[in-house]
C-alpha cells in the first residue's frame, strides 16, 4: 500500500490553495445573502409578489398564482440560508439553479412577448425595460456562480470519496 501524499503548501501553492477558499466563500455568502434577501423582501408583501407574478401574463391560473406568491419566498429564504452548511448546499444550489431558470425563461418571454414588468426580485418596483435586461444579466451571473459552486461542490465530494478509499 502506497502512503499518501503529503501536503504540503509552501508559497504559491499555499495562496492558490487559499485564495480558492476564500473566493468560493464570498461568492457562496454574496449568493446566500442575494437570496435571503430577495426572499425575505417579498415575505412580507404576498399581494405585490402576487400581481406581479399576474403581470407576467403567464398560463397559470389565480390560485396556483396564490401559491406560487405564498411559499417561492420562503423557498427563496431557506435555500440561502441551506447554502451555509456543507450538507445541504448541493440541495440548496439546485433548488436556486431551478428558480434562477424559471426566472430567466419568464423575464424572457415577458420581454419577447413586449411586455414590460417589475421583476419582482426584490419587492415591487416600477416596471421599466432597463429594469428587465438587467434583472436577466443578474440572473444570468446568479445562474453561473450556481453552476460553478455545483460543479466545486462535485469535485469536493469526489476528491473527499477518493481519499478515503486510499485511506
Request: with cysteine; proline share 3%; aromatic share 8%.
Amino acid at each position: 500500500m502506497a502512503a499518501p501524499k503529503e501536503r504540503l503548501f509552501t508559497g504559491e501553492t499555499f495562496m492558490k490553495a487559499h485564495i480558492g477558499t476564500w473566493l468560493k466563500r464570498g461568492v457562496l455568502a454574496v449568493l446566500a445573502g442575494v437570496f435571503i434577501y430577495a426572499g425575505a423582501s417579498k415575505i412580507i408583501a404576498p399581494l405585490e409578489l402576487a400581481d406581479t407574478i399576474a403581470a407576467y401574463q403567464l398560463p397559470l391560473n389565480g390560485w396556483m398564482v396564490s401559491v406560487i406568491a405564498l411559499t417561492l419566498p420562503f423557498l427563496e429564504t431557506i435555500s440561502g440560508l441551506f447554502l451555509f452548511w456543507r450538507k445541504s448546499r448541493r440541495a440548496a444550489l439546485c433548488v436556486l439553479g431551478i428558480l434562477s431558470v424559471l426566472f430567466l425563461i419568464a423575464l424572457g418571454q415577458a420581454a419577447l412577448r413586449g411586455l414590460v414588468v417589475d421583476c419582482g426580485c426584490f419587492g415591487s418596483d416600477a416596471p421599466s425595460y432597463d429594469g428587465m435586461v438587467r434583472a436577466i444579466l443578474r440572473d444570468v451571473l446568479l445562474l453561473a456562480a450556481i453552476v460553478a459552486l455545483y460543479k466545486h461542490e462535485l469535485n469536493h465530494q469526489v476528491r473527499m470519496d477518493s481519499e478515503s478509499k486510499v485511506s
